[in-house]
């Protein structure tokens, strides 16, 4: 009896099906030894059948190997919450394994690198891993590069980002404007003092009418106190440099104290902020773009060691770019990992050079920093796969389709929701509110000047009713008649002259 030789049939190029070998006249492999006879036909048909009966068998019971993921531990991309992970990578990998029906499994890279490539070819980091065969996926906020793609597949970006550079607010000055000096007060505060100086005006005016010490002759004399005059006089008396002439009344004395204080206290508080900006502005510098960066030697900066950002300040033709490249290998001012860097920020007097999207998080969540507006380099985040990854289609269509539903806005508003509070940027503004004492002073000031005025008219208006024996309300309402209406009369009299003429 001859041996036939053992036949190995695969399945989905993992799963191996194999057939024993059996004595000559069974069903052995591609073989089969024929006897004469029935005997040969129904055993054969036996066999063909337990054959495709395991066959079928082995495809419906094996199961689907899930897909391993690799990722790497950066705020809010992949976060550690007890023994899970959560973070925007890990929603939108539960989005897409819904869309397209796949099973994972997901862990951290061993090394803590992206992805790069030393002197001899080799891989580390994430990219490492895909190429090596250890994981199927990289969901990370991996950049997509030259380098990069020529090693393993990346789909359609499901972030776009750029290189920007963060640094603490107090070591670098804002957008500095024209009208800069009017943000020393609030808009509050400019609006009060508007409020105060009209009403103050036209006190003054009321009072330098009213009052017969100020005014006793309306018949014959002008007042000097009109309307504009009010307004010129309290402009000047705000700038402290006086207008005259000055009121002879003590009613409109007492409101023009009251005004002289208010400006002294609103004037030496904008001094006072004023010198405060002054001096806090000259501490700072002007670090705008990556061109200012460059040409100071104050601050310290630096980027992320072994990262796509180091790569293209290494290869750029820029020489803006080169020298900051050359300083920061002179000075070995890179971090090992983005908390590293964005804590030197906070301490030192430290620019830390990154992806901006990571930066804006940042800027989120530490109040003290800021993110300069200058973005280079747009590039974008992707998964990354092997080469000939049978799902990178799918993906990319799927990562497009969130895009356009706006599930990928929605999950980067849900992780990149900041925690502080919106503030002026001029946070040093004086409030109307600080300073209520004195427009309180002010407003009982003209109140009592007003009254101090009336007072005096209708003291005139008695005396004169007494001697003339007639009712003191009728000689008080002809009092102010002449005293309001003297222009009118005045107005139409002239008139009437030049029309005699």
């Known amino acids: 009896m001859t041996q036939s030789p053992v036949t190995i ?12 070998q059996v004595p000559d006249g ?4 591609t073989k089969a030894n024929c ?10 048909s036996l066999g063909l059948l337990l054959f495709t009966a395991a066959l079928i068998a082995g495809l419906c019971t094996a199961e689907t190997q899930p897909l391993k993921v690799t990722t790497i531990k950066q705020e809010p991309y992949t976060m550690t919450k007890g023994s899970e992970l959560e973070g925007f990578c890990m929603d939108l990998l539960s989005t897409l394994a819904s869309k397209l029906g796949f099973k994972y499994d997901v862990h951290l890279v061993k090394d803590g690198k ?3 490539k030393d002197e001899r070819g080799n891989w580390f980091g994430m990219i490492g891993e895909v190429v090596r065969g250890e994981a199927d996926l990289v969901l990370a906020p991996l950049t997509m590069t030259a ?8 789909t359609k970006p499901f972030m776009q980002t750029g290189i920007s550079f963060l640094m603490r607010k107090d070591i670098a000055s804002d957008d500095s404007q024209y009208l800069s000096f009017l943000n020393l007060f609030s808009t509050e505060m400019w609006m009060g003092i508007l409020v105060a100086y009209l009403l103050t005006s036209f006190c003054i005016y009321l009072v330098a009418r009213i009052s017969p010490s100020e005014w006793d002759q309306p018949q014959t004399e002008d007042n000097h106190f009109t309307l504009s005059h009010s307004f010129w006089y309290t402009i000047g008396a705000l700038t402290l440099q006086g207008a005259g002439p000055h009121p002879k009344a003590l009613s409109g004395r007492v409101i023009t104290a009251i005004w002289w204080m208010f400006s002294l206290v609103v004037l030496a508080c904008y001094f006072a902020n004023l010198s405060s900006w002054l001096h806090l502005d000259s501490k700072h510098l002007s670090i705008k773009s990556f061109e200012d960066l460059a040409n100071q030697n104050v601050i310290q900066y630096g980027t992320l060691k072994a990262s796509s950002t180091l790569a293209y300040f290494k290869n750029s033709n820029n020489p803006t770019y080169r020298q900051i490249y050359e300083n920061m290998e002179r000075q070995q001012s890179y971090v090992q990992s983005m908390d590293e860097g964005i804590r030197r920020a906070q301490e030192e007097n430290y620019a830390f050079i990154g992806e901006s999207v990571s930066l804006d998080l940042a800027v989120a969540r530490y109040c003290n920093l800021m993110r300069c507006p200058e973005v280079i380099s747009m590039r974008g985040y992707s998964i990354a796969a092997p080469l000939g990854f049978p799902l990178l289609k799918n993906l990319s269509i799927a990562i497009l389709q969130l895009s356009e ?7 980067r508003s849900k992780w990149w929701a900041s925690s ?5 940027a001029q946070a040093s503004s004086l409030k109307a509110s600080s300073l209520k004492g004195v427009f309180l002073l002010l407003a009982l000031g003209l109140v009592l000047g007003v009254a101090m005025a009336l007072m005096e008219l209708a003291s005139k208006s008695r005396s004169i009713a007494n001697s003339q024996r007639k009712s003191c309300c009728s000689v008080l309402t002809t009092e102010l008649s002449q005293r309001f209406g003297r222009s009118e009369e005045k107005m139409s009299a002239g008139t009437d002259e030049k029309c005699k003429a």
Do not use: I, Q
């Open 420 to 424: 502080c509070v919106a503030e002026n």
């Open 35 to 44: 006897r004469p006879g029935e005997e040969y036909s129904g055993m054969a």
């Open 114 to 116: 992206y992805g790069v």
């Open 26 to 29: 069974l069903y052995s492999g």
């Open 9 to 20: 049939v695969t399945v989905a190029g993992r799963d191996a099906l194999y057939v024993r």
């Open 405 to 411: 539903s706006g599930e990928l806005d929605y999950l």
């Open 147 to 154: 380098v990069r793609e020529a090693a393993v597949d990346m």
